[in-house]
């Protein structure tokens, strides 16, 4: 079913092609561009209800600032950079888009506070984000729009001695691409709201 209803958006797609002339050129010189390029162009003019753009408070700005927010003008300063999530349904299956790599545990479950990592307490981002996800199929597609980096559980946050798993060594990996500790748990609330608004809006489905 769900697959029946990709190939109904796809036909929709072609359909608008043959009367917008740019995307007839994107869809004859490469499938996945012509479909990245109408999505984003019905998000920018459009403003979709499901499209949700964001605040997400940077720490590594230097390191991390992201190219497309120049290319789209969206604001940047020395606190947050501006970025966006999608909630996009076709049929039973669900499509939400972040702009980054989130851990699984956030969107499956299994967030830990291993002993020595910097922010102790309970974990903040539950429940798992498939679990509020409303779709027979649910799908979470990383690195949409946009590239902020890593979407790390404050309570496994490990950038301060003393270390939680190797005592003398710096676990580098995904501290050291993120945008900071609290950027996993604001894309987490956002992504709470826009599942709410939603179903606030099509309480059925």
């Known amino acids: 079913m769900a697959v029946s209803a990709l190939r109904i958006y796809l036909e929709i797609l072609n359909l608008l092609s043959e009367i917008i002339p740019i995307l007839k050129f994107l869809s004859l010189l490469n499938n996945t561009l012509f479909i990245i390029t109408f999505t984003m162009f019905i998000n920018y003019f459009f403003n979709i209800p499901k499209r949700k753009l964001i605040n997400i408070p940077v720490i590594l700005f230097i ?3 992201p190219i497309l927010n120049l290319l789209f003008f969206r604001s940047i ?3 947050y950079i501006r970025s966006e999530i999608n909630l996009l349904i076709i049929g039973p299956a669900w499509f ?6 989130i851990y699984p545990e956030i969107v499956n479950g299994g967030i830990v506070n291993p002993e020595g990592a910097d922010y102790p307490g309970k974990p903040l981002e539950v ?9 027979e199929y649910n799908f979470i597609v ?4 946009d590239y902020i980096g ?3 559980p404050k309570t496994q946050w490990d950038k301060q001695r003393p270390y939680a798993y190797e005592e003398n060594k ?7 691409g993120s945008a900071g500790p609290d950027a996993a748990y ?3 609330i956002e992504i709470r709201r826009i599942i709410e608004e939603y179903v606030s809006l099509f309480p059925s489905e």
Do not use: C
Request: glycine fraction near 16%.
């Open 63 to 65: 390191t991390i600032m």
């Open 77 to 79: 300063d020395k606190h």
């Open 96 to 101: 939400l888009t972040l702009p980054g790599e």
């Open 127 to 135: 429940s798992p984000v498939r679990e509020q996800m409303r779709g």
């Open 142 to 145: 990383g690195l949409a729009n």
């Open 150 to 152: 890593y979407f790390i």
């Open 170 to 176: 710096d676990p580098g990996g995904g501290e050291s």
């Open 186 to 188: 604001t894309v987490f």
